[in-house]
């Protein structure tokens, strides 16, 4: 799925924008080689690095010192980074929370403490001027770190008046882990990466991310899937004792936890 706002032309840039990555340091290799083969030559990471997954130091040599990549600080990495007691996940069920908590317990205690003081450090968003428009990258919205920009929870009304309290023109997003794009008037457009660390409640084993590319008066966005070895990860996940609710997510492409907090809609595209 592919959406363009401006004019095209000549591609002038190629970006990539992703978030999520949850501690899957196998899906975050094939994103970032994905992304790269496709002539990215900027990426971003619109943060949550921990959580969900399995070995969270192995995602940090990813991360760490590319000159091509910028990384910004989601919810759970200011968490971690501050050592928090929980991931500030924004949700409000006793299930979403017990097993966040789990995961949450895990990644604080499997996280170098080199690693938390650059979580801590990191920037909370980013501007850039791509194709013409005023471009904001932030986690959950730009008004609130770990607030849930759900597609269908989001009228036009609300999204454009985000980007004018926000002063921009487009806005990339993250932090629900299920990704969507919107096309406004005035050739304004609303960005849900999804998530690269775990699929996206439909069925697939595949992960999310979005292709930018940019013209002299306008830029295209593309919502691309990338398969990796979900296998691997979920025997990993095993090893490390993480619930098998985590691990049938990975195996199926659906959501066996974090569902209280999802709307109707996204939640009825899966089987739980």
């Not at 170098?112 to 428009?133: A, C, M, Y």
Request: proline share 5%; aromatic share 10%.
């Amino acid at each position: 799925m592919s959406v363009l706002v401006g004019e095209s032309g000549d591609v002038l840039a190629t970006y990539a924008v992703f978030g999520g990555v949850y501690n899957n340091h196998i899906s975050l290799e094939a994103t970032l080689a994905d992304a790269r083969a496709r002539g990215a030559t900027e990426l971003y990471c619109l943060g949550d690095m921990g959580g969900f997954g399995p070995s969270p130091d192995e995602v940090f040599p990813h991360l760490r010192g590319a000159p091509d990549l910028f990384v910004m600080q989601g919810n759970y990495d200011h968490s971690i980074g501050n050592r928090l007691e929980d991931c500030a996940c924004g949700y409000t069920d006793p299930r979403d929370n017990h097993f966040a908590q789990i995961s949450y317990d895990y990644t604080a205690a499997h996280t170098s403490e080199s690693n938390k003081d650059w979580l801590r450090d990191l920037p909370t968003e980013f501007r850039r001027g791509w194709g013409g428009r005023r471009v904001l990258c932030a986690h959950g919205s730009p008004r609130k770190v770990n607030e849930f920009m759900w597609e269908s929870m989001c009228p036009d009304g609300f999204l454009g008046w985000a980007l004018d309290a926000h002063d921009a023109d487009v806005l990339f997003v993250t932090h629900t882990g299920v990704p969507w794009v919107r096309a406004l008037d005035g050739d304004r457009l609303v960005v849900n990466v999804g998530a690269i660390g775990r699929p996206a409640n439909n069925g697939l084993t595949t992960v999310d991310y979005a292709l930018v590319r940019v013209f002299a008066s306008g830029l295209e966005v593309e919502l691309l899937p990338v398969a990796y070895d979900h296998e691997r990860l979920a025997q990993e996940m095993r090893d490390e004792g993480l619930p098998e609710e985590f691990v049938e997510t990975i195996l199926t492409g659906y959501w066996t936890t974090c569902l209280e907090i999802m709307p109707g809609q996204e939640r009825s595209r899966g089987v739980y």
